[in-house]
């Protein structure tokens, strides 16, 4: 849903700064910048800037017994920490710990998804993810990440897992094997984009509809929810791909 109203496209036009659909749209008359600080690029730098700046309060002044943002950081790493070790090989019996290598990556996912669902709640603002391009980039790097452990921890055998357990099905293993990893793309990015999308859809056709207060607020109270789950489902699918790169296949 385009916003009719997009607070920090309009600050961003009054320094001078071509931002906003119709700039991005006219890219050839308006040049590069207007690709740069398209709604949903200056939507996710301000979601970046916002991340950064509660973990600069959070680390500021740090307590024995915390409080306030740092009670919040504490409760939120150590959260996705358990949920992340839970989920992937963590160094029991004989699997390898990627915990260290993963868990930075899901605290990204995490924080970052859910802040940008949040955002498109407020009025004037949009959610990044309700973008595909957003939703893409995030899922290639779970793609790309995920190959890049299985040839850290298996090196060439990895390239194994797309051939099956036994030789005369290869020509049938490997293609199959091809359009389910091509599959997960779709998966990932679609998925997180259409429920963001639906979402917009809603609330801009009840504003318009029943009125701009107390009608759109269930679809608000579901929009905080559809935020959670689809941030929850991304990290969970994520960390199914990482320790799948690199568990043994039987």
Not at 114 to 140: D, K, Q
Request: aromatic share 14%; net charge neutral.
């Amino acid at each position: 849903m385009e916003h009719p109203i997009l607070f920090l496209c309009l600050i961003l036009e009054k320094l001078g700064i071509p931002s906003g659909w119709i700039y991005y749209e006219e890219a050839d008359k308006y040049g590069t910048l207007a690709k740069v600080f398209a709604p949903h690029m200056v939507h996710s730098y301000f979601v970046c800037l916002l991340l950064i700046t509660l973990a600069l309060l959070g680390t500021r002044k740090k307590e024995f017994i915390p409080k306030g943002i740092q009670n919040f950081w504490e409760f939120t790493l150590e959260s996705l920490y358990n949920y992340t070790k839970e989920n992937v090989p963590h160094g029991d019996g004989h699997s390898p710990n990627i915990v260290p290598f993963v868990y930075p990556l899901i605290v990204f996912f995490a924080l970052y998804i859910l802040f940008c669902n949040l955002l498109g709640l407020i009025p004037g603002f949009m959610s990044p993810t309700a973008n595909i391009n957003v939703t893409l980039g995030l899922t290639l790097i779970t793609i790309v990440y995920y190959h890049l452990l299985g040839l850290r921890y298996k090196g060439l055998r990895y390239f194994k897992d797309f051939l099956g357990p036994i030789p005369w099905l290869f020509p049938l293993m490997l293609p199959a094997e091809i359009f389910s990893h091509i599959g997960r793309i779709i998966s990932l990015s679609v998925r997180l984009f259409g429920n963001l999308v639906s979402k917009e859809l809603l609330l801009g056709l009840l504003t318009m509809l029943a009125g701009k207060f107390f009608a759109p607020l269930p679809i608000m109270v579901l929009g905080v929810l559809v935020s959670f789950v689809q941030m929850l489902i991304f990290i969970t699918l994520s960390m199914a791909y990482f320790a799948g790169a690199v568990e043994e296949h039987h």
